[in-house]
Structures are given as structure tokens and as C-alpha cells.
């Protein structure tokens, strides 16, 4: 056999380049392949490759020698004319396959007849790929079959992709379509519609780069209707050989984590639904929500090859934006903001981004990736657990408790080890962990020494270990650890009576699950899993597999109250089964928002200090050792945000009824082709009741309206043109950390981000304070108004401050009414103002140069004290103003004369009980806004009657006020006399009509 190899061998057969690692050349005359490789090639791998070629092998030989394998495949190629003119193409699929660096299987080799190069079956695989995350419809087989039977459209299309992207030549366009009316088969019909769809909407391209990957941006919103559900407005895909990823963002300036996702066949649903609730978590912040994932195909990566993976992904996606080192062609605007952050797999990748960003010359620089060496580290700080524990106290707050003292029992998810849990549990030396949960370990303390076991879990904290590492000389008696995975495990007679079972023995996943029963103070979730779910949810549809055989159902929770400082650790359903039950709990976005609100600070201050660095202002050490000095006032200033989202939610429990909350919904849903109740599970307008709880609707159902009122609010903002005045620019300087503003102010405010700065923060100030009932008459072109009218009255009053002193009120209950009561005044007076704003040629910004003479009225004091004095006077000032303006009149003269007819007339009487009558139906509602609107109207038409009266003498007010009053004297009295003689078991509205409307009639006569 030996000598019959050597017959074969020529001298050729020895020689390989000694840069190429496998060589190989083609027989003509034989047809047969030469592979000559420094390592052993399997013969079954050489076979798969030239069945995607279609061409048979009739014979093959394998040997060494002088360490050289050499491979003769003998042939029998049939189309030999288009062989030869395109074997260029056969030969590299060849090589490259056989050097792992394309997929050995791939039946779009084929292609290589017609004319197809590497890098176009490249594309057309990516383009397939992401077509299948698209749409479920028609697997990649399916789709393959498609354009290998319709090989001269598939050749088309390939085409026009390339000359939109080089000579932006569309011509192709009409025949192409042509081409797919000509197809039979319906279900090839509609893949080659889709997939045309598709190219026609690609933006950007780094096809032309000629990178390992092939990446391209898409418009989704041209064709989101024949997508399901809600879709990102910018899009983009990333191809390679060994990995694929998606990047999805709601606007061009939005924000979220990259993942390393395990759903290799539907990733985009699992980061779309991520990037849902990103959009909503970020309604505090600058960015919207965006979201980025990629699957890696190969097993076993080392973790050089996640590196190598993760950069690639990050370059490609940087070549699809405005970077300074590439100039494509592109069918979008400027696209200069791109952000990414540490998720699922990736926590440690931030500085490998920003060294890729830096390299790129990205603007942003290490501003690309929060948390880096040079940025804000979570864990570190705290911030997240920090921001949760913050959200939840409230709940403990109502009940006069301290979440930060007092002694609370817990019940955990997590390890100490783990940046949530661990800062979380060390927060409260006082917390008494009773049991906690880790996806590896049970731990359990029946009955813990508070003093002890803190000191434990910080030493466990401080050098990263685990439950197992717990000194078992610290658990109390009958305690333990015990592994995820024990079949059996004993109960102590303490662990029995914690859990109140009879039972001797346990599984570890018995055993988890009743201790996510136990009744304790506090469920703290701070590791990663959903644990909780609906009782009318099944297992086999929530996506996270790992906990479902330890999950439980809402309504077997006897926590007092639950804290998501992990994402999704309880389904939407389940948190509304929970709150249904009376149970305390927020939402993870609400709960956990701290992190990402870190993160955004860290980029908006980099933004200016990368600007300062550039221009030679400060070096980059400066600018690190600027960042460290104001991390405790960034911490202040999320943790503030934190108590707002909290306080808000508790005071929208007592203020928003059924019809208002319809209303909002129906706003939202109308206005917005991002928010969809059905994406949060909130039922229909007919159904809403059943979102309730002892007459409030729950906290989760309020914390997501609430978040997308203030995206609302925000995005409103943005596409007006209410911010051309530079009156707005307070905000901006309010969004800044004092001592960064007394540094840079005037850096500040050439800030790339300028616009969504201020628009966050004055929808942020507004639904923290006066909530989602802002939104709920909205009106395209009054709207602007509302906002700018709102504003103005929250300045003239100094509501900031009486909002600061109200919450220093110790009954609870007493300080909610205060704060709601607050908005009640501002929001009489905006009425006024936007009703009469929309029509007049007065500017609302004029009403702000008054803001001086109102204070020297209302003078100094403490501010809650002032606002109790003058909050009936303080609903009129706009209408004063007007007439300050109309009449040109003091505005203390106008103040007076307001007064006179306020005490006159009982009107403080009057709107206390349209306040206090309850409306039984819509009617009853629209008519006590009716009433509220002519008693005001009669005195602001009062008011100018007395002025426009011949006998008015500013001098003497009140003289000119009884000489005006003299004249229908009776008939006021006994108006007075009526309104005197309301009683609380008589009065209704309908005697408040009649009331109101006795006042106008005397006006008219």
C-alpha cells in the first residue's frame, strides 16, 4: 500500500507555503482535488463539503508524508464551464471550511454555481438568520429551500443590497418585484416578500468593510405591521461565523445592557421583551430603552474567546453608527449616541468596550461602557441594593417602621457574594435573615443574633464567599446550609417549627420553596431568576427554567411586603395576584432603577469632562479624581429619584380613582405606539376594577402608568418646541450634582444631550409630583401650555419648598393629603391658565416676572405655614395676573380686592364642598368641574365688574367694593344665606349648581 501511495505522490505533493496551514489545488484533466494540510483532515468533513456543492466524489486517497497530509479527491463535476469560471469561489469555501473558519454544513454553498462569492453567501446566510428572529413562520431550511429554487431573484436581491450600499443604485427595485410576482408557491412568496421587505429597509452596512462580521441596521417601523407586538425604531444585526447578536434601541438616544444570551433560536423575542421593560425602567433617566444580546454557537468558549466574540460584536455594532473611522453610505439621519452596559454574562466587559471605542475614536470614549476602571462601579457603591431597599421603605414607613434599624425578618435570593443581595443584607444590621436562596445553596438561620449575623454576612461580603463559607458556629441552633441539589434533607426540630411542618425530611427544592412561604417582613430578591409566578400561570411558559421546579404561586406569599432588587424575579401577573392580596410591592423597575440611573449619570458627566480632556481644559486624571469627588453626591441625587418613584406611587393609591385611570390608559394607548396594556397585563376598561384593592388601584399596575406618563411627558417635550426659551436651562443645571454645576456650568451647557436633559427632569418634576392625572385630558396643542402653566405656578408659590416642609409632617396619612392637596391648588390654577393661555397673545412666561411681588405679598415664613394661609388665594394668581397685565394695576391692590370677594361670597366654603361631595357616576364628575368653573369665572368676571365700575378707586378698595356690591345687595344675601346654610348630611351637588349658578345669573342681570 506504501508503494502505491508513493506512485501517487509527486514532488509537488511535498511542498505547502509555510504561511498556509492547508493548500490545496484542482486536477483539470482528472478533475481532482489536491488538500494538502499540516494536520489530519477527517475524510467524512472533506465529503460534507462537496455534497454542498453538488458534486460527487467518485474516488479519494488519503496519506503522510514528511508530515504532510495529502488528500486527492477524484471528481465528477458535470457543469465544467461553470466550474472553472467560477472555481476561485469553490476553492476558498473549500479552505475556509475546512479551516473551521466557515460552517463545514451549509447548503448556501451551492450558490457558488451561480456566481456567488464567500462574502455574498455570507450575507445572504446573516440576512437569512435574522429573518428567521423575525418571524417564526418559516424555519431556515425552509427559507434556504426558498432561494436556492429561486436562485435568479435570490442573485437580485443580493444585487440591490450591494448597490444601495455602493452606488446607491435602486434600479433593481422594479424587477425584483417583478420577479416575486412571478413565483407560484405562496409560502416562497411570502419569504422573498419578506426578505425584499427587509433589504429595502437596511440603513447602514459594514458589508463593504470586508470584516469577519457582516453587520447591518434595519427601519423595523416601515414593516412592524406584519411584526407582532411592540418593535424597536432602530434595529441592528450582527453576523459571524461563530456567533450572532441583535441590537435594539427605542430612539436614537436610549440606553440598556448587552447580554449573553442561551436562546439561540429566538433571542431577538427574549431582548425585545428586555428592551420593553428597559423603556419603562428608563423613564427617569436621559435615554430611552434599548436592549443587545448575542448567542455564541460553539460549545466550551474559553474565555479569550468571549473576549474575542464580545469586541467583534461591539466593533461591528460601532461601524453601523457616526464613528469617526468610517464613512458608509447610509439611508438615516445623524446617529451619534450609542451606550451600552454590563447584563447577563457580560459584567466584566465594560473596560474591553470602552478600549474598542477609544481605539475607534468614538466620541463618547469610556463613556461608551458605564462601569469601567475609570467609571462608577455598582457593586462598589452599592447603588442598586441601595435604591431598592430605598423604594421599599416606604411600605415599612406607612407603618411606622424603619427599614434601616428597625428589626425586620427576611427571607432572601441571593448570595453575599452577589453585588444586590450582599449590599442589600448589609443595610440594616438589624435585618434578621431567616433564609436565603442562591442557585447553588440553601441557607437557613431559624432564629438569628442580629449583632452576629452581620458581622458574617459582611465578612462574607468583603471576601466574596459563598453560603457554604458561613461559619456554622454563627447559624443558630438547628440552621444550616444545605445544596440546591439534596434529594433529602433533614428538618431539625427548629427548621420544623419555622416552617410550622410535621414533615421529617425534605428535598432542597421543598425545602426553598417553603421558605419563599414563610411570613416574615421582608422578600428581598437579589439574584437572578423568576421565582414568583400567577396561581393561574404555568411553569412551561416562563422563560426561566433553571428555578421552575422552586417557583411558587403569588397567593402563597405571607411576606408583609416584596422588593425586586433583581429583575423579573416575580411574573407581572404575579405581582398583581400579590397586591391583590394586600401584599406590598412595587415593580423591578421601579425597585432596581438606582443601577441604570447610576450608569446614565456617569455617562452625562463623562460627556463633559471627555470634552474638557479634548480641549486641554483638565487631563484624564482630573477628570477621574472629578468623578470620585461627586460619587456621594451622584448617590444622593439617585436615591432622591428613588424616594420620589416611591412616594409617588403611594400618593397615586389615594388619588387616582377608576375613571381616571381609564382615562390615562386611553391617553396612553391612543397617543403612543409604544405602550400596549396588554404587553403588562392590565385588563380592559370594562375590567379595570379588578386592578383594585380596597378601593386603590395596585402599585405595580400604577408604577408602569406612571413610568409611561413621564415618558409621555418627556417625548411630548422633545418634538415641541417649548424648550426654545432658555428660561429651561434651570433644569438643566437641576439635573447636575451642585459641586460638578459650580465646576463646569458653563461647560454644561453646550451638553450634546442639552434637550433630553431638561425634558426628563420637567417630566420627571411633574408626575413625581402631581402624578399620572397630568396627562389625562390630554390635547395635542394645549398640552404644551399644561406644561409650561404647571411649571410656572410650582415657581410662583415656591411649591419645592412647601412639598420639603410637608414631608416633615409625622402622620403619614396627614402629610399624603397635604402633598395631594398641594397639587389640587396648582392644578386649579393651571386650568385657568391653559384655557385662557391657548388664546391670547400673552406669553406664559410673562407670569414669572411677578414671582418677586408675590413673594414681598405673601412675605417671609415657614412655607407650609404660608401656604395653608394663602393656597385659596394662590388658585387665583394667574387670573390676577391678567388683570395685573389688562389693567395695569398693582398686583397687591388685585390681591386685595380678590380677597374681598373670596370672604364675601364664602367661596373657600364653596369649593371645599365641591371637593368633599363624592361623585356617584361620570355626570356627578363632569359636574362638579362644571360647578368648580363658574364659581371661578364669577370671580375673576367679578373682579373686573368692580373695576370697570365708575366708583372703582384703587385707593380706597374696599369702599369701591361695597359701593359695587350695594347694588343688588339682597339678592347677594341671600345667596350668601344659602351657602351658609350648607350642610354635610344636605349638601349635593345639584344645591352647589344652583348655588354657582346664582352667582353668574346676578353677574348677567
Same mark, same amino acid.
Given at each position: 500500500?506504501k ?13 505547502i507555503?509555510e ?7 484542482f ?9 494538502y494540510?499540516?494536520e489530519?483532515?477527517p475524510i ?5 463539503? *462537496? ?11 488519503s496519506?503522510?508524508n514528511?508530515g504532510?497530509?495529502?488528500y486527492k ?7 465544467t464551464?461553470?466550474f ?15 479551516l473551521? =473558519?466557515?460552517y ?20 445572504l ?9 423575525l ?6 431550511n ?10 435568479k ?17 435602486l ?7 417583478? =420577479?416575486?410576482k412571478?413565483?407560484k ?14 433589504v429595502? $429597509?437596511?440603513?447602514?452596512t459594514?458589508y *463593504? ?14 414593516f ?26 427605542m430612539?436614537k438616544?436610549s440606553? &440598556?445592557?448587552l ?6 433560536h ?9 428592551m420593553?421593560?428597559q =423603556?419603562?425602567?428608563?423613564?427617569l ?7 443587545? &444580546? ?7 468558549v ?18 453601523l ?12 439621519d ?7 452596559a ?8 465594560s ?16 463613556a461608551?461602557?458605564?462601569? &469601567?476602571?475609570?467609571g ?14 430605598h423604594?421599599?421603605?416606604?411600605f ?11 428589626? /425586620?425578618?427576611?427571607?432572601g ?12 443584607? /448589609? ?21 438569628p ?11 462574607l ?7 457554604s463559607?458561613? @461559619? ?21 426540630p ?15 427544592e ?7 412561604? /414563610?411570613k ?22 416562563i422563560s426561566?427554567?433553571?428555578?421552575a421546579n ?11 411586603a416584596v422588593c ?12 398583581y ?13 421601579i425597585?432596581?432603577?438606582a443601577g441604570?440611573n447610576?450608569?446614565?449619570?456617569e ?10 480632556? @479634548?480641549k486641554?481644559?483638565?487631563?484624564? +486624571? @482630573? ?7 461627586i460619587?456621594?453626591n451622584?448617590i444622593?441625587?439617585?436615591?432622591l ?8 406611587l ?9 375613571? +381616571? ?7 396612553? #394607548? ?13 385588563p ?11 378601593g ?27 424648550? #426654545? ?20 456650568? $458653563? ?8 434637550? #433630553?436633559?431638561?425634558?426628563t ?11 399620572i392625572d ?6 395635542e396643542?394645549?398640552?404644551?401650555y ?11 408659590i ?12 409625622k $402622620?403619614?396619612e ?13 392644578k *386649579?390654577?393651571v ?9 391670547s ?5 410673562l407670569f ?5 411681588e ?41 390681591l ?11 367661596i ?9 361631595t363624592?361623585p ?13 368653573r ?20 384703587s ?21 350668601? =344665606? ?8 344636605k ?9 354657582a349658578?346664582? /352667582?353668574?345669573?346676578?353677574?348677567l342681570?
Amino acid at each position: 500500500m506504501k508503494d502505491l501511495c508513493k506512485q501517487l505522490i509527486s514532488n509537488e505533493d511535498y511542498k505547502i507555503p509555510e504561511f498556509e496551514k492547508i493548500h490545496i489545488s484542482f486536477e483539470k484533466e482528472t478533475q481532482t482535488f489536491h488538500i494538502y494540510s499540516k494536520e489530519k483532515l477527517p475524510i467524512t468533513k472533506i465529503s460534507n463539503i *462537496f455534497q454542498n456543492f453538488n458534486i460527487d466524489i467518485l474516488d479519494s486517497v488519503s496519506f503522510i508524508n514528511d508530515g504532510i497530509y495529502v488528500y486527492k479527491i477524484k471528481t465528477n463535476i458535470q457543469h465544467t464551464d461553470t466550474f472553472f469560471k467560477y472555481k476561485h469561489i469553490f476553492l476558498e469555501i473549500l479552505q475556509k471550511a475546512l479551516l473551521n =473558519e466557515i460552517y463545514t454544513l451549509c447548503k448556501l454553498y451551492y450558490m457558488a454555481w451561480e456566481g456567488f462569492t464567500l462574502r455574498e453567501i455570507s450575507l445572504l446566510r446573516a440576512l437569512i438568520k435574522y429573518q428567521n428572529q423575525l418571524f417564526y413562520e418559516f424555519n431556515e431550511n425552509l427559507i434556504i429551500s426558498a432561494l436556492l429554487n429561486n436562485s435568479k431573484l435570490t442573485k437580485y436581491i443580493i444585487n440591490y443590497f450591494k448597490d444601495r450600499f455602493s452606488t446607491k443604485d435602486l434600479s433593481l427595485e422594479k424587477t425584483i418585484s417583478k =420577479e416575486i410576482k412571478k413565483i407560484k408557491n405562496l409560502n416562497e412568496d411570502k419569504i422573498f416578500r419578506v426578505l425584499f421587505t427587509i433589504v429595502k $429597509n437596511t440603513l447602514r452596512t459594514n458589508y *463593504f468593510l470586508n470584516k469577519e462580521t457582516i453587520s447591518f441596521k434595519v427601519n423595523t417601523q416601515n414593516f412592524k405591521n406584519i411584526l407582532f407586538g411592540m418593535q424597536p425604531n432602530i434595529e441592528s444585526y450582527v453576523y459571524h461565523n461563530d456567533f450572532n447578536g441583535i441590537h435594539l434601541r427605542m430612539s436614537k438616544i436610549s440606553r &440598556g445592557g448587552l447580554r449573553w444570551s442561551d436562546r439561540p433560536h429566538d433571542f431577538r423575542e427574549e431582548i425585545k421583551d428586555l428592551m420593553i421593560t428597559q =423603556e419603562a425602567k428608563n423613564a427617569l433617566i436621559i435615554p430611552e430603552g434599548a436592549k443587545g &444580546g448575542f448567542v455564541i454557537y460553539k460549545d466550551g468558549v474559553s474565555k479569550n474567546e468571549f473576549k474575542k466574540y464580545y469586541s467583534l460584536f461591539i466593533d461591528a455594532l460601532l461601524d453601523l453608527i457616526d464613528v469617526g473611522d468610517v464613512d458608509l453610505v447610509k439611508y438615516d439621519d445623524n446617529d451619534f449616541y450609542f451606550v451600552v452596559a454590563a447584563d447577563k454574562g457580560t459584567a466584566s466587559m465594560s473596560d474591553t468596550a470602552n478600549e474598542i471605542a477609544i481605539k475607534r475614536g468614538y466620541f463618547l470614549k469610556d463613556a461608551f461602557a458605564s462601569g &469601567g476602571s475609570t467609571g462608577y462601579s455598582h457593586k462598589k457603591l452599592g447603588i442598586t441594593a441601595k435604591g431598592a431597599i430605598h423604594t421599599t421603605g416606604r411600605f415599612f414607613i406607612e407603618k411606622n417602621q424603619d427599614i434601616y434599624k428597625d428589626r /425586620l425578618s427576611v427571607v432572601g435570593v441571593g448570595s453575599m457574594r452577589g453585588d444586590v443581595f450582599g449590599n442589600g443584607m /448589609l443595610l440594616n444590621k438589624n435585618f434578621l435573615l431567616i433564609g436565603a436562596i442562591s442557585h447553588k445553596e440553601i441557607f437557613i438561620d431559624p432564629n438569628p443574633d442580629p449583632k452576629t449575623a452581620y458581622k458574617e454576612r459582611k465578612r462574607l461580603f468583603e471576601n466574596s464567599l459563598s453560603w457554604s463559607d458561613y @461559619d456554622k458556629s454563627k447559624i443558630s441552633k438547628g440552621g444550616g446550609v444545605f445544596k440546591r441539589d439534596q434529594k433529602s434533607i433533614k428538618l431539625s426540630p427548629e427548621i420544623k417549627n419555622l416552617l410550622n411542618t410535621k414533615k421529617d425530611e425534605m428535598s432542597a427544592e421543598e425545602l426553598a420553596k417553603s421558605l419563599l412561604k /414563610l411570613k416574615v417582613d421582608l422578600l428581598y430578591f437579589g439574584g437572578i431568576g423568576t421565582y414568583v409566578k400567577s396561581s393561574d400561570e404555568q411553569n412551561i411558559h416562563i422563560s426561566d427554567k433553571q428555578n421552575a421546579n422552586i417557583r411558587i404561586n403569588a397567593n402563597e406569599i405571607k411576606a408583609y411586603a416584596v422588593c425586586e432588587g433583581a429583575n423579573l424575579a416575580l411574573t407581572m401577573p404575579a405581582r398583581y395576584e400579590y397586591a391583590l392580596n394586600g401584599g406590598k410591592i412595587n415593580l423591578d423597575a421601579i425597585d432596581n432603577s438606582a443601577g441604570v440611573n447610576t450608569s446614565d449619570y456617569e455617562v452625562n458627566l463623562k460627556m463633559i469632562l471627555n470634552m474638557l480632556v @479634548d480641549k486641554g481644559k483638565i487631563s484624564e +486624571k @482630573d477628570k477621574i479624581k472629578v468623578l470620585k469627588d461627586i460619587e456621594n453626591n451622584v448617590i444622593e441625587k439617585v436615591l432622591l429619584n428613588n424616594f420620589h418613584h416611591a412616594l409617588v406611587l403611594s400618593l397615586e393609591e389615594r388619588r387616582v380613582y377608576k375613571e +381616571k385611570l381609564i382615562k390615562v390608559l386611553e391617553v396612553l #394607548e391612543k397617543n403612543t405606539d409604544y405602550f400596549k396594556r396588554k404587553n403588562y397585563s392590565i385588563p380592559k376598561n370594562s375590567e379595570i376594577e379588578t386592578v383594585y384593592y380596597n378601593g386603590k388601584a395596585i402599585r405595580p399596575v400604577l408604577a408602569i402608568i406612571m413610568l409611561y406618563s413621564k415618558i409621555f411627558v418627556k417625548k411630548y417635550i422633545i418634538n415641541s418646541n417649548l424648550l #426654545e426659551s432658555n428660561y429651561y436651562d434651570k433644569f438643566l443645571k437641576q439635573y447636575f450634582p451642585e459641586e460638578f454645576l459650580e465646576k463646569f456650568e $458653563n461647560d454644561i451647557m453646550h451638553h450634546p444631550l442639552k434637550k #433630553e436633559i431638561i425634558a426628563t427632569q420637567i417630566a420627571n418634576n411633574i408626575i413625581n409630583a402631581h402624578g399620572i392625572d397630568f396627562i389625562s385630558n390630554f390635547h395635542e396643542k394645549s398640552f404644551k401650555y399644561k406644561i409650561e402653566s404647571y411649571l410656572i405656578m410650582n415657581e410662583l408659590i415656591d411649591a419645592d419648598k412647601i412639598r420639603t416642609e410637608a414631608l416633615k409632617i409625622k $402622620n403619614i396619612e396627614k402629610q399624603y393629603e397635604t402633598l395631594i392637596d398641594i397639587e389640587k391648588t396648582i392644578k *386649579f390654577a393651571v386650568k385657568w391658565m391653559v384655557k385662557t393661555l391657548e388664546n391670547s397673545s400673552v406669553k406664559p412666561l410673562l407670569f414669572i416676572t411677578y414671582k418677586d411681588e408675590v413673594k414681598s405679598i405673601i412675605g417671609n415664613g415657614n412655607e407650609l405655614e404660608l401656604y395653608e394661609k394663602w393656597k385659596d388665594f394662590y388658585k387665583f394668581l394667574p387670573a390676577m395676573f391678567m388683570i395685573k397685565h389688562e389693567y395695569n394695576l398693582e398686583l397687591k391692590t388685585i390681591l386685595e380686592l380678590f380677597k374681598l370677594i373670596i370672604t364675601k361670597f364664602k367661596i373657600n366654603k364653596i369649593l371645599k364642598e365641591i371637593k368633599t361631595t363624592k361623585p356617584k357616576n361620570r355626570i356627578d364628575k363632569n359636574l362638579k368641574e362644571e360647578i368648580e368653573r363658574l364659581i371661578e369665572y364669577f370671580v375673576i368676571t367679578f373682579a373686573k365688574e368692580v373695576i370697570n365700575s365708575n366708583k372703582f378707586d384703587s385707593s380706597s378698595l374696599k369702599k369701591s367694593f361695597q359701593t359695587y356690591i350695594s347694588r343688588k345687595k339682597d339678592e347677594y344675601e341671600d345667596i350668601i =344665606e344659602e351657602i351658609n346654610g350648607i350642610k354635610k348630611e344636605k349638601k349635593s351637588l345639584v344645591l352647589l349648581s344652583h348655588i354657582a349658578n346664582s /352667582l353668574i345669573l346676578q353677574l348677567l342681570k
